[in-house]
């Protein structure tokens, strides 16, 4: 239940300002210097925070520090994956559970500087949505870390239309009310300012310092290239499509068919044209075009239908303002909130 500790069933409070989500696999040496850091960049800020582990089935000691962590801090909140399942995942655990108007996401292995939380929290108070972390001087391997996120950031800002400049920085900070209606799976992580550009979020990028990896191994490497590549393919279709999808699915019909007609009006003219022989085989690609076109467009319109019906039930929604860090925010807009 959404009121209660996923590990003991304890309530839990809903008024804290902030809360601090880490993903961690094999990271027993970084569980408690992490822990130490980010109570010293916080505990001077007079806010009111839980910081929530997420052990993404760890096969060393990293759950039992965390475990020990929670029971000597009772802003310590520990979630424990049975077997790895990744980071967008963990993530995603992380916010479920989560009880802080500002959601602040970062890796466990001491490559983010807990030192820069203090100024996302600023930027919210700014009024942003969503605030991005910048690794402008980035500490990692040239041609296997840096050069691919380079192509990469690029790449994303061309096809989803939202130029940040650092996607795969994990250090980011979002508004509960915002974070919590944006759907994540696979490594989509990365892209959640591009999922949030379509509630109109507010979205600020900062820089932010970043270290080298002080203990362990990194679990980041080329493999997972082609899990991007595939997750900004669904990106850039719901980026796309959301608002027509009709209109979209047609302009996609359109070219098989152009062909499916082509086809038929090639075989109609060898069967009573000079040559008197019906091709088989054209006419056959010709009827299969033409159900591909007419799939489309039925698929078109029940994506139309579906995100109206969706329009339909927002609108009978009560709009609710959320509390927030600063009174700026209401002038923003207001927010969803799900009682």
Request: with cysteine.
């Amino acid at each position: 239940m959404p009121g209660s500790n996923p590990a003991t069933g304890e309530s839990r409070s809903s008024d804290l300002d902030l809360s601090i989500i880490v993903p961690l696999y094999n990271e027993e040496a970084s569980v408690r210097p992490l822990y130490e850091a980010i109570g010293s960049a916080l505990d001077p800020c007079a806010l009111e925070y839980e910081i929530i582990l997420v052990d993404d089935g760890s096969r060393d000691r990293t759950f039992s520090i965390a475990a020990h962590l929670a029971q000597q801090d009772r802003r310590v909140r520990v979630i424990k994956f049975r077997r790895n399942c990744g980071q967008t995942p963990a993530i995603v655990a992380g916010m479920e559970w989560a009880t802080g108007k500002v959601l602040i996401t970062m890796d466990g292995d001491l490559q983010n500087d807990p030192a820069d939380i203090p100024r996302f929290i600023d930027q919210m108070k700014a009024g942003y949505d969503i605030v991005v972390g910048w690794r402008h001087d980035r500490q990692d391997k040239l041609f296997t870390r840096k050069i691919p996120s380079r192509v990469a950031n690029w790449l994303i800002g061309r096809v989803t239309g939202v130029p940040i400049k650092d996607n795969g920085c994990s250090l980011k900070a979002y508004r509960a009310g915002v974070i919590k209606n944006v759907p994540l799976y696979s490594e989509m992580h990365r892209f959640i300012p591009a999922m949030a550009s379509l509630a109109g979020a507010r979205i600020a990028e900062i820089k932010v310092r970043h270290h080298a990896r002080r203990y362990g191994v990194s679990k980041y490497g080329l493999s997972r290239i082609y899990k991007v590549l595939l997750d900004l393919l669904v990106v850039k279709t719901l980026t796309a499509f959301a608002a027509r999808p009709l209109l979209w699915f047609t302009i996609l019909a359109l070219p098989a068919g152009a062909i499916s007609s082509a086809l038929l009006v090639w075989s109609m003219y060898g069967a009573f044209g000079a040559a008197s022989s019906f091709p088989v085989h054209l006419a056959a690609a010709g009827v299969l075009f033409a159900a591909l076109t007419v799939i489309l467009v039925l698929y078109g319109m029940l994506a139309e239908l579906a995100y109206r019906t969706g329009d339909v039930r927002l609108e009978r929604l009560p709009l609710l303002t959320l509390r927030e860090l600063s009174p700026k925010v209401h002038a923003h807009r207001p927010d969803l909130h799900r009682s």
